[in-house]
């Protein structure tokens, strides 16, 4: 009776431990929530200087940290950059990416926003940062903070604020899923590298891998519900997208080693609302404007002039 007992404790605690294990692979928070040094080897390390100098300027800008409290009870964090010299005109609202920061994914778009005099207000995603949270969720819950984040803007600023949405990687992913429910004043969006479904990235990398996906994906599913509190098919760039009315610039490299260019093309096929997609040929995950700065900045600028975001 003894060894029985002994032996179904330890086939329970298998589930669990393979539970545990890809909650922490997963969807744990970075373990260094304030580490904004850019990824090594391969593209990354032969754009260091252009990756350093994007770096420098971003951690010299002066900003102001701001917080707000998201409508499921975190303390949410984020830096405001008055690159118009006095609240004018309008902001971006920039997302960075999975285990990443806005200093290291968003010094292309602060070097473009500066240069514009266009505001730029950059989150610590939650689990992030400053931000609280226990679980990234791959856009599922972050796509509610993006709103949270627009109400905060209208708080601040006044109704008529004009805003835009950017976002890269999971940032890209956390706007392209929030694009069905934005208010009038969301003028436009710009997702650079951004994938389709939280399962379908998770898929995507654990092939990569070499993960036996098929067999682990329902614990991976089991683990984000249980100990994340989320359910991973509870979001949708395409289903958004095809809601969308808001006008959407997607940009993708060509060589993205992480999230595939086809998912780009993907969203952009379902966007229902008015619509550009760049690719950048040789460009890996995130690299779209340190490998083709002109075309990433033509294309931003002149989808900005589109929508009325540029700066009064």
Known sequence: MKKRTVLAAALAAVPA???????????????????????????????????????????????????????????????????????????????????SNALRDGGGLLKLMRGMGVD????????HGESEGRAITFGVKERCDCLDWIQYILDRWGEDKRIVLAGVSMG???????????????LGIVADC????????????????GLPVDAAMPLVRASARLLGGFDLRGASAPEALGRCRTPVLLIHGEADGFVPCEMSRENYAACAAPKRLLTIPGADHAMSFVIDEPAYTAAVREFLAECGATAD
């Open 172 to 186: 890209a992913a956390t706007v392209l899923m929030a694009s069905d429910r934005l208010p009038g004043n969301v």
């Open 120 to 127: 730029v207000l950059a989150p610590d995603q939650r689990a």
């Open 17 to 99: 431990a393979a539970l545990t294990g890809f909650y922490l692979r997963c969807f744990a928070p970075p373990a260094r929530r304030h580490d904004d040094s850019a990824p090594h080897g391969g593209q990354y390390e032969a754009k260091r200087r252009e990756l350093d100098e994007l770096h420098a300027a971003a951690l010299a800008d002066r900003y102001e940290r701001v917080y707000m409290r998201s409508r499921d009870g975190l303390r949410l964090s984020g830096r405001y950059f008055p690159f118009s010299g006095g609240d004018r005109g309008p902001i971006v609202l920039f997302f960075h990416g999975y285990r």
């Open 194 to 209: 951004g994938y389709t479904t939280p399962e379908a990235i998770l898929r995507h990398v654990g092939k990569m891998q």
